[in-house]
């Protein structure tokens, strides 16, 4: 029983990393981009290398160091950002230049002020320069749902024929409903030539919060590829959440009957990897990775629970890598748990490390009598970062580790047990991103006025 396999393509550190308050620095998009592959992502989506210096440094430092997933830069439809973008992958075992232009009247005649003929050769034009340097790429008709379909379908099949091997059809706007969005990626392979060649990706955002039901209602209708990002981060209202996506295959392949290469134990650590490196927290209550989402309150629940965890529970926390709360930290921890556990969050640390962690650790422990995973990732985060941590200083700031709220012990049901809500004394959620400070744009061809397309698709 073959299952068509869905290729997983991550954006976290594009897409994702162009909302507020989440840009990273390239040890960090680098630290990340490991997560992702131990995660089993097909596709990361280093970055978009025109953008900035930082951003191809990111590109290229992540295309040198991994070699089992493709890295795909991201490059507007010109030869200048072509070029940057493949000279950033120039170390890759497999590249992908991702190639994007807008389709939609609203984009052509506002943002890019050209015409559609125009529209259509520049988009040729560039996927079959990209096409010349590099034999995977991927082409993008940025707010696709909103472009005139028969238009779309010239557009693609143009691509398609200058040698694009991916097609995406962003929902730029997350403005498509499910069915509609599964109707237009029909369409398209009813439309186009050729399409059966090449790999149809979806590509949805949240503004109405359908990226995810918009996403599966395209693998339905064919789709073999997903853009998704972890913790659905991502312009405005996100990306499509990859956690989600992944799981609703797993929970329910009779539905949705497709393979992921994804290793669901690595879901909540990179999670929590992403939410300590950006300090931005995830909500309690997301779906599959936030702190509720294994929380039991309700007494009825606890006693069904307590009797059976098939009564409220459709997946195991163990399944996406929740740790089980029944291992709790507290001062008679020893380091062979504090170890596992902070393996767990996604940190494995050389034995000095580890000391100085454990050391703080006992300090903490000593304080308030059940350190939380939120407090763990503190802690680390002040011993990678060489700061005195709070929980050296005697009687210090008491409201950095709140003592910790009673957890049930169910047989295997986990409370309060993500908790990346410890940027509270963080200077976090500064809002804007750093790496936009810095945007070069040396290729003006036809540009000039488009700067603001520059956190596009
Ligand atoms: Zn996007």
Redesign the pocket.
């Known amino acids: 029983m073959d299952r068509p396999r869905i290729t997983i393509f991550d954006?976290t550190l594009r897409?994702g990393e162009q909302s507020p308050g989440c840009s990273m620095n390239v040890q960090e998009k680098l630290r990340l981009a490991q997560q992702l592959d131990r995660l089993g992502v097909d596709v990361i989506e280093a970055g978009f290398p025109i953008a900035s210096d930082g951003d191809f440094e990111a590109v290229q430092s992540i295309a040198a160091s991994l070699r089992r997933p493709i890295i795909a830069g991201l490059a507007r439809a010109c030869t200048g950002d072509v070029d940057r973008a493949w000279q950033a992958l120039q170390g890759a075992a497999h590249p992908r230049v991702h190639v994007f232009l807008a389709t939609s009247d609203i984009h052509l005649k506002y943002k890019l002020r050209i015409t559609r003929e125009k529209c259509l050769e520049q988009a040729r034009d560039a996927v079959r320069h990209a096409k010349s340097l590099c034999p995977d790429v991927e082409f993008s008709p940025e707010d696709a749902t909103r472009t005139d379909v028969a238009f779309l379908c010239q557009v693609v099949e143009a691509a398609i024929a200058a040698g694009a091997t991916t097609v995406n059809i962003?929902d730029?706007v997350g403005y498509s409903m499910p069915e509609e969005y599964g109707n237009l990626i029909r369409t398209l392979r009813e439309k186009v030539a050729g399409i059966d060649r090449v790999t149809i990706s979806t590509?949805c955002?949240n503004d109405l919060g359908l990226a995810v039901a918009n996403s599966l209602a395209g693998v339905q209708a064919g789709a073999r590829q997903v853009?998704c990002a972890i913790n659905g981060i991502?312009?405005r209202a996100g990306?499509a959440s990859l956690e989600e996506i992944v799981m609703a295959m797993r929970v329910r392949p009779d539905r949705y009957p497709y393979e992921t290469a994804i290793a669901g134990e690595h879901l909540y650590p990179s999670s929590q990897m992403l939410a300590e490196i950006t300090r931005v927290p995830v909500q309690p209550n997301k779906a599959i990775i936030g702190r509720n989402a294994f929380a039991h309150e309700a007494g009825i629940h606890q006693d069904g629970m307590l009797k059976n965890p098939l009564t409220y529970e459709i997946m195991t926390p163990q399944s996406v890598g929740v740790p089980d709360s029944r291992l709790v930290l507290g001062k008679h921890s020893g380091r062979h748990a504090l170890a596992l556990r902070c393996e767990q969050l996604g940190h494995q640390f050389e034995r000095r490390e580890l000391d100085e962690i454990y050391r703080r650790f006992v300090v903490l422990a000593d304080r308030i009598k059940k350190v939380q995973d939120s407090h763990l990732l503190e802690l680390i985060q002040d011993v990678a970062s060489g700061n005195v941590s709070s929980s050296d200083v005697t009687g210090g700031k008491g409201k950095k580790f709140p003592p910790a709220a009673a957890t049930l012990q169910f047989p295997r049901a986990v409370s309060a047990a993500a908790g990346a809500h410890a940027s509270d004394s963080h200077p976090a959620q500064v809002s804007g991103s750093a790496g936009q400070a810095s945007v070069s744009i040396p290729f003006t061809d036809h540009h000039s006025e488009q700067e603001d397309y520059l956190w596009?698709?």
Request: hydrophobic share 10%; no cysteine; proline share 8%.
């Open positions: 954006t897409d962003p730029t590509h955002h853009e991502g312009e990306n596009g698709v």
